[in-house]
Structure formats: C-alpha cells, structure tokens
C-alpha cells in the first residue's frame, strides 16, 4: 500500500460549469484549492481521476435495442468517494461494468460518450490485453455478484496470494509468501473473517454467501488500486460486518487516497460513506449532490420516494410509502420526465419535455419543479 | 418445549406452533483428506431450539457465517442434521425418511439468498414459475391464471415471463425467486435475505405484500435478514445467532429496546450510530471455542464465562438469553 502516497490535505471541489448537457471541453469544471502538496499528486490533480461524459449505452438483441444508459456524465476525483444509487435496472452496474471494460459488446454498444481514466485514457477505446493490464492494477471491480470473482476450482488462499503476487510484481517489489501471507490473513481479519487461515484452505463454494463476498473485496483491494468500484459491496453482510467493512473502506480512502465509486440501492448506506451522490433512474442521473444533503433534504420526488421507502417502525407500523406504478419499462419510457408516471407532482409540461439536469455546484436536479433555480 | 411452556405460565394459552425445533446441530467436515489427522468439523448450527406459531414471523439475525441459511436448508431438506429434533405441523420429522422430506418440502417454500444461482439459466422467467406449479401438481390449465396473478404481486413486468434470468438485473432477478416460491401457497415460506438485494423502493412494494399476503393466506414467516430495520418491521418475534449459538430470543419489542446479551446490544448500537453519524466502534469478532462463545469480544467477561457456554435465561415474557449476566432470571430449559 506504500506505493500511494498519502493524502493528508482536504481538496475542496467547486463545479463552475452546471450544464450537463454539453460534453465539456477540459477540465476546468473543477477547481482543486490545496494547501502543501506532493508533486506526483500535484499533477494528477489538475484532473479528475474518472470522467464519464456522455456516456450512452444499448443492449441490442434480436427484439430489437433498448437504452440502458442515456448520456450518463460523473467524475470522481483523486481520492473522492462517490455513490450512484438507484433502482434496480436503473443501469448501475451496467455503468460499472462499462468503466470496467468487462461488458458484454454485444449484446451491449457504446452509442456514444468517452471515459477518461486518470487524465488520459479513453477507456471505451482500449484493447483488451492493455485493459487487461489497467484492471489488474489501477482500477478494481468488486462485483455485485462476488461468486464470479473467485475461481471455484482454486482455493481462496492461493487465489488472494496469486492477486498480491500480481500486484508486487506490477510495483517490481520482490514477493515473500510468508509475508505475503500474513498481509492476507490481517486483511481477512480486518474485514471480520474469523479463522482467516481456515478459509484460505476452503474452496469458494464451501464459504456463506457473505463470507464469498468480503473475500472478494478482499481480492480488490491486495491489488492496490487507485479507483475501487465496488457494486453492491454489503448486500448479505450483516449490520456488524458492514459498519466494519465501511470503516476500512473509509480508511482505505483516508490514509491511502484510494478513490472509490460506490454502487449501491441502499441511499443511507451510500450516505454514510459518500462524499458526493448521483441517484439514476432509467439510465440518467436526476440528482446529484453532497452525500448528506440528499439523504436528508432530498429534491426530486424520485429521491424522496426513495427516502420514505426505508422501513421504519414494528411489526404493527402501517405499510409502507412505495412509489406508485411500476419500475420503469426501457423499452417503453414516456416521453417527457421519465419519472412522470409516479410521480405526485406532474404537470403536463413533465409528459411533453424532458428536463435537464440543472443546479449549482450544491447539487443538481432534473425535475421540471427546480428549473428557475438557475440557467433555464 | 413443555418445559418452556410451564415456564411462560398456565396463564397465557399458547398458539399452535407450526414448527418447533429442538436442540438442533448441523457440523460440516472440513479439510479432512489426511488420514493421520481427525477431520475438523465447522459447528455451523449448535444446540438451537426456537419455535414458530402459526401467522407468525419469526426473524433470524445474526452475522455472516452464523449459521441462519444452514438452518433454513435443514427446513427444507438440504441439510441433514447432525442431531436434534423438528416437528413441523404436529408430524415428527425423520431426515431419513423420504415421506417426511416430501412433506416439508410440500409445505415449506424457501427463498434463497443468492438469486443468481438459484435460478435455472436455461429456463424462461415463466417456466423457473411454472416449476414450482409442476412440482405441486397444480393443473395445467390453472398454470396461466396463478403466473399472472403472482407476478404483479412481486413487482415484476408481465414482459420480464419471456426473459432468461441473464437478461434481468439483479433486483429482477430476485423478485422471479419471491415469484417462484409464491406462486402455490405454502404454510410456511421461508425468506432467507429476500430483499437485501433490492433498492428500497421493490424493498417496500415487497415487505408490503408479504406482510398482506402472509394475512390473506394464513402463513407463517421465518425471515432472514441482516437489515435491523427489516427485521424490526417484519418479525413479531427474533432470534439473535453467533456463530451457530442461539444467544437471545424474544419478542422483537423487548429484543431492539431492552437487548439484554452484549452481542445484540452491539447490533442495535451499530444500528443507531449509523443511522447518527457515520462512526462506528471496532472490535475484534472473533468467536472462543472455550466458555461462552462471545467471551473473546465481551466487554463484561465474568470467571465462570470461561467454564461452558451459558444456557438460556428468561429476562422477560417469552424473552430469553445466553449470557450469565441475565442468571438472575429464571433458567429457560
Ligand atoms: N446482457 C443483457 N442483455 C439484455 N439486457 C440486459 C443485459 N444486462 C442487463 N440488461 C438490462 O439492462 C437494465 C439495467 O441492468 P443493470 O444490471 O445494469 O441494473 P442495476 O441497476 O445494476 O440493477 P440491480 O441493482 O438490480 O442489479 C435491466 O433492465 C436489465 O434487464
Ligand atoms: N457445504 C458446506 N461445507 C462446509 N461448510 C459449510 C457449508 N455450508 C456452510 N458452511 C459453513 O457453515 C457456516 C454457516 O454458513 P451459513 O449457514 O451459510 O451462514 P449464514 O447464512 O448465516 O451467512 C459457515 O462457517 C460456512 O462456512
Ligand atoms: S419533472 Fe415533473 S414529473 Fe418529473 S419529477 Fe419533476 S415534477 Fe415529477
Ligand atoms: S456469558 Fe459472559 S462472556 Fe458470554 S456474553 Fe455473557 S458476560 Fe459476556
Ligand atoms: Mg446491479
Ligand atoms: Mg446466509
């Protein structure tokens, strides 16, 4: 982990530019005021490390294509942690996935946008053997369904060493499996793995569904990355095991400046974690904010629906608020607001035009409600 | 179980009990190729006695590894287990007996946890349903009518019936499970971690329709979950596990305000801290194989926590827990 250096100054970030609509230009949308800084990380804050712009995705079959993500545009800067939340089909992971590389094309095809990765690359435009290279190293996937990172004819043991083995010799460090070893088991410790040397003599199949998951995490993170994505990372772990997962997370941030792209439908869990959050909706960002901020003043009636879906109360609570209508159907979205068919606040300019995301660099809406907030 | 009952006092007349379990253990065998060596076993289930009244949900917590899936495998005949003994609806359960597998299986659906392996690649949306009908021998020309009438009911699209379980995300794929394990009503349904893959707002839509429909149709719950709040809005009762011990158990109420063991007083203090602010206090989590099984964590340790696991106190009506802090209540079993 040495290999980053350590952040130890607060980067404030101020969005100028608030149109999203409009691929911008360069990176001055961001402005980073910094006090002492080392000058590796001098250079590489002049950018964000992640910027999707404009990303726009299909996945095309035999039925015909349907839009999964419509002109999608985040950034996640050098060490920022920042959340995408949202209903389940809303095109989350498929967001993952894509700045993974590790989509399926086809049926999945990039229509249009970039993804820049540490200022320079366009990921979209990779080959495979050097996409191969960046995955190993710095940038990591957890993925939502953790069964798919292990090998199941390897044990998890030699599957981790084999993961930091890489890693080593990516750094040209030389490798002691002893050592290495023992970085393994305090990892698996950390992350609440009782008998950690036991489960590296299992195979995955013989581990509970959580167990599977945070030895999967486990794997991300021995390849010291600089962006983590993690999707779904706390689905199937307990209350304990996830408060202790987000505290390493969160010191994984701190003290070695790992940024981090949450994916996640759990809103307080990404609050509690995040930085800054995008919730999505059919393929398209409807507001964007600091983590807290949206948790609890939420704007768009969809964050808000969110928000009073958590369950609260006993066996003898009423039911619950739950947005009325059905998940959105891509391949039939109306065509102003997509949102418009649940939502108690339409009017009949939401069914004919679809509104922008708009706002400031406090937060940003795409609701026709908030449109003389700023620019219309 | 009579025992408990002279316990609770002649006073309350007791519901009928759908499923009661007795001391159950299940041990895996791990490693175990050297002969020269006795094979390890893993006590994922160890000594657990819990019952479940008829229109009733009771919640299982407890973390990762604790051994709630085990159980809900057991139910449902996946497991054997190693010792201990289960009646389910008056009739004595013979693991080695298939007439009594088929009638737990009759009578008991499951919703695993993990969607993606529970559901048959090769299968449409509509034919994984249809299954579950086959399997009941529920006639063909009904087949339609329940997949329709179940589907809305999950929140899945009408159009989803034609989809391959590739084709649906995550949260789709989890409600084709609800689905599946709905469509032919069961007395008792077990839902091992059913919405922890769902964002909140399917969450809602779901733990709406099980707590309608578990009224509408008379059943009985045993919930899984990991998410305090889900557990706390679904259970009328809990049972709180670590790492295959029953450690407390009692009406959700007096469990969430008054939790009397250490283990669960940390669930419930790790639930409102992060609901408060963002930081969470760090302790080792390792179970002791000596003594109580929670010594190695336990802030209060006491000598005798080091002699044998605590056996179960009553702290409360129907109440109980494994910790010696709670002696002075009267012992359960
Ligand atoms: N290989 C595929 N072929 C066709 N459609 C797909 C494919 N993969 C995903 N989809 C569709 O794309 C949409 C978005 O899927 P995605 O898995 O990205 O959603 P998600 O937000 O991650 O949901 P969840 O949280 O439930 O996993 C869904 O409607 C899904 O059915
Ligand atoms: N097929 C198996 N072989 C060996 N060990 C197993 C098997 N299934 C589960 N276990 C072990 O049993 C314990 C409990 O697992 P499980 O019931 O899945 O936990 P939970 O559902 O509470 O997460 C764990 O230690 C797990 O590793
Ligand atoms: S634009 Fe209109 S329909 Fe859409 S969320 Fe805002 S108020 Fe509702
Ligand atoms: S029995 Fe002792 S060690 Fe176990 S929980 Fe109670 S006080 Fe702690
Ligand atoms: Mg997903
Ligand atoms: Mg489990």
Redesign the interface.
């Known amino acids: 982990m040495q290999r980053l250096t350590k952040i130890k100054f607060k980067i404030l970030t101020l969005n100028v530019d608030s149109v999203d609509d409009k691929p911008y230009k360069s990176v001055s949308r961001h402005f980073r005021c910094m006090s002492s800084t080392p000058t590796i990380l001098e250079e590489r804050a002049t950018s964000s490390l992640l910027q999707v712009r404009n990303l726009t995705i299909d996945y095309v079959s035999i039925d015909g294509s349907v839009r999964v993500l419509e002109d999608v545009s985040i950034s996640v800067d050098t060490s920022e942690v920042v959340g995408i939340v949202?209903?389940?089909?809303s095109g989350k992971?498929t967001l993952g996935l894509s700045i993974l590389g590790l989509l399926d094309r086809p049926p999945a095809k990039v229509r249009r946008g970039e993804i820049i990765f540490d200022g320079e690359t366009d990921l979209l435009r990779l080959d495979d053997h050097k996409f191969e290279k960046l995955r190993g190293g710095h940038l990591s996937i957890v993925l939502?369904?953790s069964?798919e990172a292990l090998n199941p004819v390897y044990k998890v043991g030699f599957q981790l060493l084999e993961a930091l083995e890489a890693a080593s010799k990516r750094e040209k460090k030389s490798f002691n499996r002893e050592s290495a070893k023992r970085e393994v088991l305090r990892l698996l410790e950390e992350l609440?793995v009782?008998?950690p040397s036991?489960v590296l003599?299992?195979y995955p199949h013989?581990l509970?569904?959580?167990?599977r998951?945070?030895v999967a995490i486990a794997m991300a993170i021995l390849q010291k990355p600089k962006l983590l994505v993690l999707d779904?990372p706390t689905?199937?772990?307990?209350?304990?095991?996830?408060?202790?997962l987000?505290?390493l997370l969160?010191q994984l941030n701190r003290e070695y400046g790992v940024a981090m792209l949450i994916v996640t439908?759990?809103?307080?869990l990404a609050a509690?974690?995040c930085d800054r959050i995008y919730v999505m909706y059919a393929g398209r960002i409807l507001e964007e904010g600091e983590a807290k901020a949206v948790l609890n003043s939420p704007k768009h009636p969809y964050t808000k629906?969110?928000v009073s879906?958590?369950?609260?109360?006993?066996?003898d609570?009423p039911?619950?608020?739950?947005?009325p209508g059905?998940?959105p159907?891509l391949?039939r979205l109306p065509k102003g607001c997509k949102f418009a068919p649940r939502c108690p606040k339409k009017t009949s300019l939401c069914e004919a035009f679809e509104p922008l995301l708009l706002g400031s660099h406090t937060g940003r809406v795409r609701c026709w409600l908030y449109s003389d907030d700023k620019n219309t | 179980m009579e025992a408990i009952q002279a316990v609770l006092g002649a006073g309350c007349t007791p519901m009928t009990r759908i499923l009661e379990v007795e001391n159950l253990s299940v041990h895996f065998k791990v490693g175990g190729l050297s002969l020269l060596v006795k094979p390890p076993s893993v006590k994922a289930v160890d000594g657990v006695s819990f019952y479940i009244n008829e229109g009733e949900t009771l919640g299982l917590a407890g973390e990762t590894g604790s051994g709630k899936s085990t159980i809900a495998k057991v139910l449902v005949g996946l497991y054997k287990p190693t010792s201990g003994r289960i009646r389910f609806m008056g009739r004595e359960i013979r693991f080695d007996h298939r007439g009594d597998i088929t009638f737990l299986r009759r009578n008991i659906g499951i919703v695993f946890q993990d969607p993606v392996s529970s559901l048959n690649p090769r299968l449409r949306v509509r034919d994984i349903i249809r299954e579950a009908l086959v399997a009941a021998g529920v006639d063909r020309k009904e087949h339609d009518e329940k997949i329709a009438q179940i589907v809305p009911l999950v929140g899945l699209r009408p159009s989803s019936l034609n989809s391959y379980p590739r084709q649906l995300s995550g949260g789709e794929k989890q409600r084709v499970s609800l689905a599946r394990a709905l469509v032919v009503p069961k007395k008792l349904l077990i839902l091992d971690e059913p919405t922890s893959s769902l964002d909140v707002s399917v969450q809602a839509q779901v733990l709406n329709t099980l707590r309608r429909l578990k009224s509408e149709l008379g059943l009985s719950y045993l919930f899984i979950t990991h998410d305090l709040n889900v557990l706390k809005y679904m259970s009328n009762r809990v049972c709180v596990m670590f790492y295959g011990k029953l450690v407390e158990s009692g009406p959700t109420k007096s469990v969430i305000n008054q939790p009397k063991h250490p283990y669960t007083q940390e669930l419930v203090a790790n639930l409102l801290r992060r609901s408060e602010s963002g930081s969470v206090v760090i302790r080792e989590h390792q179970p002791s194989f000596e003594g109580c099984i929670y010594k190695r964590i336990c802030p209060y340790v006491m000598s005798e926590c080091s002699q044998t696991h605590p056996p179960l106190y009553h702290v409360g009506e129907e109440h109980s827990v494994a910790c010696y802090l709670s002696k002075a209540g009267i012992l359960a079993q």
């Open positions: 949202g209903e389940s089909g992971t939502q369904e069964v609440c009782s008998q036991m003599d299992k013989e509970s569904g959580g167990m998951k945070r779904e689905t199937g772990l307990d209350a304990y095991v996830q408060s202790r987000l505290t969160r439908h759990d809103l307080p509690t974690i629906a969110l879906a958590i369950p609260q109360g006993f066996v609570a039911p619950l608020d739950v947005p059905e998940p159907d391949k």
